[in-house]
């Protein structure tokens, strides 16, 4: 008899693993100085170049920011509120509640909408978790990269790097197994192999403005937003420079001796005693003529202000929220209308991305239920993700617009698609569908005791006749 003997995982990567992990950890670092850019500028850290002109070098250290680039991406993810994922054929959703619970996708979702956003793209990975749960993780890409299909459209490999108690970690994802490693010398030493054996690669990418020419994703701080934040910086501190060197009026004064800019025992005055003295006891010359003591005007900033003004505006339409929430303010209010008119190119980007944003949170599903159940779900079940208005008009709009649908007769009253219109969160959706299911049960209950109670009225004896007729007579 053939004697079977048991393949031992290797201890070390094998030569094409190591050469994935070396072009994957190239590319990672190669992209993480335009990554760290646009974190800067997102945190108001960017360096704004000096041109050089205008700032004496004793200012070279004066730093202005403003904080436009992170407004417009928060902006844009706050109206991307991630609120359930259900079964698109209404049977009991418990089973992505209890994955989705478990890995706090909802508040974590939040965090990958915003490095999406800034970044360009953000990373999803599952793996085998506690409890016979999956783990999900949002990964940066500061930290991340794949190796993509684009025929496709699917990860053929991806790298994660980390730090951890001074060593270099590597957790390399491939089809049947993820590797995780540790820098050991020049080379690397395996230290655990997860064999799940999917044959696809656990990691979903999440990118932002994609093209189909490039599909690694595109951040909300592109090159435009970049420059009209620099140069908006840039006038700021012309306003310091300003304010440092001429916010106080210089004065002059004409035909007065030396003696006047000197003390009482014949010392010279500082300019700044010379230039506080409020009331200026001045001698007539020997002519007998009063010196003449003026002021030059003072440093005007309303040019500089405007030209703010008109990068504010600028940066409006870059970034598609209204001028006032950059701060640029007119002398007529805008109306309501025009507020939510403004706010309706945010509103269509906020839609345009939830709809990309939505194959990410499924694809990463029905990654997390393959994993849990050991084999891949049926396709023909689709996973919905629920998600927060993005208009977000007010409760009454929100709640009249649902009454005007049911009262026509094209959604039923008392339908949870109708609660979901009125802005009903999917938690309050079921405790309405609770408490209405407790109420028709109290009906119900009530009707019974009544019908029985009738029964029991018509099923009693007759009196005896004496008692009908009144009396003991006859007839």
Not at 118 to 146: C, H, K, N, Q
Not at 156 to 171: F, I
Not at 324 to 334: I, K, R, W
Not at 459 to 468: D, G, H, I, R, T
Request: hydrophobic share 40%; aromatic share 6%; glycine share 8%.
């Amino acid at each position: 008899m053939t004697a079977i003997i048991p393949e031992l995982p290797l201890l070390t990567l094998s030569p094409d693993e190591l050469d994935l992990l070396g072009a994957l950890r190239t590319d990672l670092l190669g992209c993480r100085m335009r990554l760290e850019l646009l974190d800067a500028y997102f945190n108001g850290e960017q360096l704004i170049r000096d041109l050089g002109i205008s700032i004496p070098p004793q200012l070279k250290g004066l730093h202005t920011v403003i904080g436009w680039p992170r407004i417009g991406v928060e902006a844009l993810e706050q109206r991307l509120d991630l609120e359930a994922f259900r079964w698109a054929d209404g049977a009991d959703a418990s089973d992505l509640e209890e994955i989705a619970e478990a890995n706090d996708l909802f508040d974590e979702a939040s965090l990958a909408h915003l490095d999406a956003l800034t970044y360009g793209r953000e990373y999803v990975t599952v793996g085998s978790g506690e409890a016979d749960l999956p783990l999900i993780t949002f990964e940066s890409p500061l930290d991340m990269t794949i190796s993509w299909d684009a025929r496709l459209r699917v990860a053929k490999a991806a790298l994660r790097l980390s730090a951890e108690d001074g060593a270099q970690l590597a957790t390399l994802y491939l089809p049947d197994q993820t590797v995780y490693a540790v820098q050991a010398g020049a080379g690397w030493e395996v230290y655990d192999r997860d064999l799940h054996n999917l044959g696809v690669v656990p990691v979903v990418r999440m990118a932002n403005r994609q093209r189909t020419a490039d599909r690694v994703g595109r951040s909300e701080i592109t090159p435009e937003v970049m420059s009209i934040t620099d140069a908006a910086c840039r006038r700021l501190m012309g306003i310091e420079v300003g304010a440092e060197f001429f916010q106080a009026p210089q004065r002059y004064i004409l035909g007065v001796s030396e003696g006047a800019f000197q003390d009482a025992e014949g010392n010279a005055k500082s300019a700044w005693e010379t230039y506080i003295g409020r009331v200026l006891a001045l001698e007539r010359d020997e002519d007998g003529q009063v010196p003449t003591v003026g002021q030059f005007a003072a440093h005007d900033p309303s040019g500089q202000t405007k030209i703010i003004d008109l990068y504010a505006r600028i940066m409006s339409s870059q970034i598609s929220v209204p001028p006032h929430m950059l701060g640029y303010t007119s002398d007529n209010p805008a109306s309501a209308d025009a507020i939510r008119s403004a706010e309706g190119a945010l509103v269509k980007k906020a839609e345009r991305r939830i709809r990309r944003f939505s194959a990410t949170h499924r694809g990463y599903m029905r990654l997390a239920l393959w994993f849990r159940d050991g084999e891949p779900p049926d396709k023909s079940r689709r996973i919905e993700c629920v998600w927060r208005n993005p208009a977000t008009p007010t409760i009454a709009a929100q709640t009249d617009a649902a009454v005007k649908m049911a009262q026509a007769g094209i959604l039923p009253a008392d339908g949870d698609v109708v609660l979901e219109m009125a802005g009903l969160s999917e938690d309050q959706r079921r405790r309405v569908a609770a408490e209405r299911r407790r109420s028709a049960g109290a009906a119900a209950s009530g009707q019974l005791m009544e019908r029985l109670a009738q029964l029991g009225d018509q099923s009693a004896p007759l009196p005896p006749a004496a008692e009908v007729t009144g009396g003991g007579g006859g007839l």
